[in-house]
């Protein structure tokens, strides 16, 4: 009975990982989401859990517009812990949202000369169940490694100490 408690719960938690992500999404509302929009842009393409907008500016600028809308954006009892995290990479700069906004992240592209295009994706579910079963696995694999390394060991302690050896006189 057991086995099939624990099959059925490991299964509801796997699909809920794999399903797609607007099933679950809990950012509902219209685009962008409460994210800082920079005035001035288009929208170009819109999904179910993302908003493309163009801007006639170069990437630095819409850069600088965010990283100004965003300045104050922090942790109201801890002053020093931003909510937001710049990560710089080759195509683009990523802003994600590490706080409890509707939105997730904020994509700004890199290298189209004046025109930048600026991504806004909204929190869902399928990332948080996604990472959250990436995390399972790793805590289980941990487990099983120590496991196994503490049979080893044992088995190690039993062969060179054995049970009969010499114990120590009592004076």
Request: aromatic share 16%; charged share 20%; hydrophobic share 40%.
């Amino acid at each position: 009975m057991k086995t099939i408690i624990y099959t059925i719960f490991f299964s509801l938690m796997l699909g809920m990982a794999i399903s797609p992500a607007p099933l679950y999404a809990w950012g509902g509302g219209q685009p962008p989401w409460e994210a800082p929009v920079m005035p001035g842009g288009k929208i170009v393409k819109t999904e179910d859990i993302s908003v493309y907008y163009e801007y006639d500016q170069p990437y630095e600028k819409v850069l600088a517009f965010y990283k100004e809308a965003l300045k104050n954006y922090r942790d109201p009892q801890y002053q020093h812990v931003d909510w937001a995290k710049f990560r710089d990479w080759d195509d683009q700069m990523y802003i994600e949202d590490q706080g409890g906004a509707k939105w997730h992240s904020i994509g700004i592209s890199k290298g189209g000369g004046n025109k930048t295009t600026v991504k806004i994706t909204r929190d869902n579910m399928m990332w948080v169940f996604s990472t959250l079963l990436i995390r399972f696995a790793g805590v289980f694999f941990v487990l099983c490694t120590l496991w196994l390394l503490l049979n080893i060991n044992s088995a190690l302690m039993k062969k060179y100490f054995p049970e009969g050896g010499k114990k120590a006189k009592a004076s």
